[in-house]
């Protein structure tokens, strides 16, 4: 009886772990081959068209700003010369408690606005709004309100703008001059359907020289678990995200950075602030309006290196974050669930959301059920040691693999990382990230559930930054 108990657990475990495999390395071939045509498209494209067409949508870059008064000045600066001529700029000061408000009007001359009308979205009160009085920052607007968060601030943000198109980002990354152009593009673009929202490549800032709020010169972190998270970003987002969203089956857009439809924003009624997966959710949420609706509709990525933001240096600080996207993806998922494998829903039903539910959430779950489980087979006899090792190089060596495959695109693309001595230690620390990194990541995983289903966590929890150096 336990025999055939252990072969059942054995073969499920194994023909799961296979099925991730070969789901990850079918994302990955489609990912190579959309790099290349995505590669072979932006050859021929003159972004200048698209800079000096009146007919370019107008674009409101949303950013809230909690105790940011170190950089803030700098990071509006930074904002104000990007490369396109019809948009906006909406700093949502969300409460801060230190001087970031002063700073900002000392800075670029602003006053007091009265009169200015809103639509109704849920966010804390407004005290003030400000816009400057100098033609040169005329883009410039400001928003001063009670905290209420990062949703919150952004529902403020899309409430007092009037563009067609609204970007939200963290006021705190760096965006890249181009950035702008880049992500409109599929907007102008597309004709079949209504592009909905799109998303960028978000690359780590930590150690990169940065100067008034712009990137200067790209460096690899120097912390090792920043390196670790370097190598995830690369691989999430030019092998995940690249083809998902080739296949038009992408249901998350960093909150770092990514552009939506703000009248499609204002109908399912803005950012959800009572989840702290409110990236995920709105996607999910617009997708279900235009399904439901039955509207064709597309969620866009763009590959490109847009923006840079900082990441974690202490395990704390990493544990808080990890734990925060696992309970951000199961509030996600437990508020959408009656999509999962209707037809109604397309490929969101069929496939993205029965992608994320098994192998984003269940993965680091059974994962860690399966270590308990093998330490009882160890203590009970009952391991074949020669199947094990086996086994082990074998997930091992494609772990390796899939890493060494997306810095290999990253080589032949964007070759941020250029230096062979970056490259090198990229290379190294995708050697030993199933060693030390992975398990980290699925204990966060653990404790995120742990706080979501027994302790019923809700807080956001805060993340240390250090900053960055000039």
């Given at each position: ?50 800079l000096r067409s009146p007919l370019a949508p107008k674009i409101s870059i949303i950013a809230p700003a ?172 030019l092998l995940g995200r690249m083809a998902w969203g080739h296949l038009n089956g992408l249901l998350i857009i960093s909150g770092a950075f ?213």
């Amino acid at each position: 009886m336990y025999q055939e108990i252990s072969q059942f657990f054995n073969y499920s475990i194994f023909f799961y772990a296979t099925s991730i495999m070969l789901f990850y390395l079918v994302l990955a071939v489609i990912s190579l081959f959309a790099m290349r045509d995505y590669i072979k498209q932006t050859t021929h494209v003159y972004f200048d068209d698209i800079l000096r067409s009146p007919l370019a949508p107008k674009i409101s870059i949303i950013a809230p700003a909690y105790n940011e008064e170190l950089s803030i000045v700098d990071n509006i600066r930074s904002l104000l010369n990007l490369q396109y001529n019809n948009y906006d700029i909406i700093i949502v000061n969300d409460g801060s408690k230190d001087d970031s408000l002063k700073k900002m009007i000392e800075a670029y001359d602003l006053e007091v606005l009265h009169g200015l009308q809103c639509v109704d979205l849920p966010h804390q009160e407004v005290r003030n709004v400000y816009r400057s009085v100098n033609p040169a920052f005329k883009k410039l607007t400001v928003i001063d309100k009670k905290n209420g968060g990062k949703s919150d601030a952004l529902n403020a943000g899309i409430s007092y703008s009037d563009a067609e198109l609204v970007a939200c980002i963290d006021v705190d990354c760096v965006i890249e001059d181009d950035a702008l152009l880049k992500l409109v593009k599929p907007y102008l673009e597309e004709t079949q359907k209504r592009v909905i929202a799109v998303g960028g490549v978000v690359r780590i800032a930590n150690d990169c020289k940065i100067e008034d709020g712009r990137l200067i010169k790209v460096k690899l972190a120097k912390n090792q678990l920043a390196r670790f998270q370097t190598l995830e970003y690369i691989r999430a987002f030019l092998l995940g995200r690249m083809a998902w969203g080739h296949l038009n089956g992408l249901l998350i857009i960093s909150g770092a950075f990514g552009m939506f439809d703000r009248k499609l924003l204002i109908e399912v009624g803005g950012y959800d602030t009572s989840t702290v997966g409110e990236d995920m959710e709105l996607v999910v949420r617009m997708r279900r309006r235009m399904a439901e609706q039955n509207i064709a509709y597309k969620v866009a990525y763009v590959p490109d290196p847009l923006c840079w933001t900082e990441v974690p240096e202490s395990t704390s600080s990493f544990m808080k974050q990890r734990n925060r996207w696992t309970r951000g993806t199961i509030e996600t998922l437990r508020s959408h669930k009656k999509i999962l494998f209707r037809k109604k829903y397309g490929l969101m039903g069929m496939l993205s959301y029965p992608f994320w539910f098994l192998y984003e959430w269940l993965a680091p779950i059974i994962e860690f059920l399966g270590t308990i489980y093998f330490l009882v087979m160890v203590s009970l006899g009952w391991i074949n040691w020669s199947h094990f090792y086996i086994l082990v190089a074998l997930i091992y060596s494609y772990a390796i693999l899939i890493s060494f495959l997306a810095l290999w695109i990253e080589e032949i693309s964007y070759r941020e990382y250029s230096s062979g001595k970056a490259l090198l230690s990229l290379m190294f620390t995708a050697i030993l990230e199933p060693i030390f990194y992975h398990p980290l990541t699925v204990w966060a995983a653990i404790k995120g559930n742990y706080d979501q289903f027994v302790l019923k966590k809700k807080s956001w929890g805060d993340q240390q930054r250090k900053g960055f150096k000039k």
